[in-house]
């Protein structure tokens, strides 16, 4: 009798905790070389296909004759391999997510597809002899022309065109269609030679000298003051990593930054660095990850999700800005990409730095208690020294559109001097409520349980937690008054009323809203030059920008963060406080930082003024302590949503009551949420709390095969969240 044929264990994306059993494709067995392989399966009724990747082959479990076959196998060589598997699995394992899942979040959107590979070849954009021939003769002017002109100086990288000529595909084919350019392999093209490093600060040279001392995994916390050169210091340890022919990976948390770091870091490293965020297209991110895992690419700058990148070659991952909400993911697979570059790092054998100027007080915490080396830079570079502080106390004093007339008088001697000034405000928008005078009735979104902001000067009501839109009405639903107006202040009314007072001044506003396009902040900050200007922006310009001409920045809302129910909110007041004033007076130009708040007197204001970052840390790390809350304990969250409130409650009465309680793991709750309903849906939570971690996952492992067997589970969508940043 012969022996059953071994089956393919495939994991698919699908939130179903459990691998999937398939017969391989006609004609072909089982092995060892399918693990980390893709494959097309059936899956479903109708005929349905999913992308799976093979996890494990073995002999099946039941009948073989009952399993399908899978329809065929994409890679003649795993995809998933050696470190970056392992990881993936304890991706799953932590977060207690499905391998399918975590798989499916960690593959680019057209690997995860089935498309093939993208070719890894660099290329690039050459004039052919028609297009050298046209060069020479007059021709009209414009994008195409100055493209083709370019290209007959020298070939040009497909990278290097993204950073420098944004829109210059579309000049491209329009060459192409003429015979007049062509795209070509770089292979051979010999990168611009590397800009000198400057000489390091004493700091500096301190940090980069530890960086180089020891081997293996190493964590290091690189603490320095905004403007004292850290990215200095990632420069020169990537450097020392090419040098040792390994590869280096740099998270960054925004977007927005990337263009400006990915240009700083090839002008000085000379070779080509590789983006990936998701401002790119498929293909991009695509072709990045596939250089990344064949080892031709050398260094990569992302954001978040970068962290999932192949690293065949690893020699070091550099988190910036470390502490920045950012790198946690809200929805799916909830991952912190600066936990997973730990996990990383220390599977690989490899240095991991954590960067800020104002540590998240977990790494903090660790770095006290002597599991990672804490390096500190503590004087700014290049002569700039710190910028004065100055409280305005607007209590009873009068304000125009949230503008007070002292911090208005700041702002136009700074213009006067010839400099720039940001008037920052943490709140997009024109006001963040439309209220009747009268009556007091406000605008409500009628899916949530908040306030509407108003925007366009008044014309739109739209909620930012669910994106509703509503026309203001003419009257009071109430009272039928005419008497509504916008209260508070955002960064559009802001903008209004700096134009009104400072017509002459260039103007630039940073939020959500200006910056959606690719590339929209770049074209901002170039508008505003170097000449006198006034920014107008949310956290968006808290953090990585280097301004030389910034030497004002007025804090408008800070009042909003000194009083919440958030545990963590101290830590980010004083965080983002630390990050935007940290903008200002960067260059040989003395900055000024204005306060403008109705709580002069709020204790962590006097803390953070008179001992700085470190003092509210200290503080917040004793009261963390004494509530035992992070990172002095561990927590994981149950999320529920449903349309109705009684399936919400039902759901974490019956989860509360199949937690099994045991020693040092309790579960708090049913808690409503901090916004009971949204978008339409309501929300409750359940806290469970442990004070040791490996307690925490083994209540938790024990608790979701019983979350799932709950008949109330079928009629709510719910979510375990570990480590969660906000309680919300």
């Known amino acids: ?78 995809l998933l391999r050696g470190e970056l598997f392992d990881s993936l699995r304890w991706v799953a394992a932590y977060y207690h997510a499905p391998l399918g899942e975590v798989i499916a979040t ?46 007959c100086e020298a070939p040009r990288d497909e990278d290097d065109l993204d950073q420098r000529s944004p829109g210059w595909r579309t000049a491209a084919r329009a060459l192409a269609d003429r015979g007049l350019a062509e795209r070509v392999v770089m292979e051979g093209v010999v990168p611009p030679r590397p800009i000198a ?77 590789l983006a990936f965020h998701s401002g790119l297209g498929d293909g991009e991110r695509a072709r990045a990850w596939a250089d990344m895992a064949s080892g031709r690419a050398r260094v990569l700058v992302g954001t978040r999700s970068a962290v999932f990148c192949p690293l065949p070659e690893a020699g070091l991952l550099v988190v910036d800005e470390e502490h920045d909400g950012s790198y946690k993911q809200q929805d799916g697979v909830r991952y912190h990409a600066r936990d997973l570059a730990l996990v990383r790092a220390s599977r690989l054998g490899v240095p991991v730095l954590l960067g800020s100027a104002t540590p998240s007080l977990e790494s903090l915490h660790n770095a006290l208690s002597g599991r990672y080396r804490h390096l500190r830079l503590g004087e700014r570079a290049g002569g700039a020294r710190p910028p004065a502080v100055r409280v305005l106390d607007v209590r009873k004093r009068p304000l125009r559109d949230g503008l007070s007339d002292a911090l208005l008088d700041a702002v136009g001697a700074c213009l006067a001097r010839g400099e720039q000034a940001l008037v920052f405000k943490n709140r997009r928008g024109y006001a963040p409520v439309l209220l009747c005078h009268d009556c007091g009735w406000s605008a409500h979104c009628a899916r949530c349980d908040a306030a509407m902001t108003v925007h366009a000067g008044g014309r739109r009501l739209v909620c930012h937690h669910c994106g509703a839109r509503a026309t203001p009405p003419n009257a009071c639903p109430d009272c039928a008054s005419l008497a509504l107006q916008p209260q ?101 130009l003395p900055g000024e930082v204005v306060l403008q708040t109705h709580h002069p007197d709020h204790p962590l204001l006097g803390t953070l003024l008179n001992g700085g970052y470190p003092a509210v840390a200290a503080l917040q790390l004793a009261e ?66 442990a004070s040791q971690r490996n307690a925490l996952h083994a209540a938790l492992r024990d608790w979701l095969p019983a979350l799932r067997a709950l008949k109330s589970a079928r009629r709510v969508r719910w979510s375990l969240d570990v480590d969660p940043t906000d309680l919300y």
């Not at 012969?2 to 072909?28: K, M, S, T, W």
């Not at 990915?262 to 660095?273: H, Q």
Request: proline share 9%.
């Open 1 to 78: 009798m012969p022996f059953p044929p071994d089956i393919l264990r495939v994991a698919l994306p699908v939130p179903l905790p459990r691998e999937f059993d398939y017969l391989p494709p006609a004609g072909q067995a089982a092995g060892p070389d399918w693990l980390g392989c893709r494959v097309r399966v059936p899956f479903g009724r109708g005929g349905g296909e999913q992308v799976g990747v093979v996890v494990g082959t073995g002999p099946a479990s039941g009948d073989p004759a009952a399993l399908k076959a899978a329809h065929e196998r994409l890679d003649t060589a795993p």
């Open 106 to 151: 960690a593959l680019p959107a057209a690997l995860r597809a089935g498309q093939p590979l993208p070719d890894t070849r660099r290329h690039g954009w050459a004039a052919t002899p028609a297009g050298h021939e046209a060069a020479a003769r007059p021709g009209r002017e414009g994008r195409p022309r100055r493209l083709l002109q370019e290209l």
């Open 197 to 273: 490093a400057p000489r390091p600060t004493p700091g500096q040279a301190a940090a980069i000298s530890a960086l180089r001392t020891g081997e293996g995994f190493r964590p290091v916390l690189l603490e320095g003051v905004t403007g004292s050169g850290k990215t200095e210091v990632y420069l020169q340890a990537i450097s020392d990593c090419l040098a040792a022919g390994r590869q280096a990976l740099v998270l960054v948390p925004e977007i927005g930054l990337t263009p400006q770091t990915l240009s700083r870091f090839r002008a000085r490293l000379g070779v080509p660095v």
């Open 488 to 588: 508070g202040a955002g960064t559009e009314r802001l903008e209004q009323a700096l134009a009104a007072r400072f017509p002459e001044a260039c103007l630039v506003r940073v939020d959500r809203e200006t910056t959606r396009r690719r590339d929209a902040l770049e074209k901002h900050l170039a508008r505003l030059g170097d000449g006198p200007g006034i920014l107008v922006g949310t956290q968006i310009l808290a953090k990585g920008h280097d301004l030389p001409r910034l030497t004002l920045v007025a804090v408008v809302g800070v009042d909003e963060g000194l009083f919440s129910a958030d545990f963590r909110a101290g830590e980010k007041l004083a965080q983002l406080l630390i990050q935007v004033a940290g903008r200002a007076g960067r260059a040989r």
């Open 624 to 689: 963390r302590e004494a509530a035992a809350f992070p990172p002095y304990a561990h927590l994981a969250l149950l999320r529920a949503e449903a349309t109705t409130e009684a399936d919400v409650q039902g759901f974490l009465h019956e989860a509360h009551a199949a937690f099994e309680a045991r020693e040092g793991v309790h579960a708090n709750g049913p808690m409503p949420a901090p916004m009971a309903r949204r978008a339409g849906k309501a929300r409750g939570q359940l806290l469970v709390d």
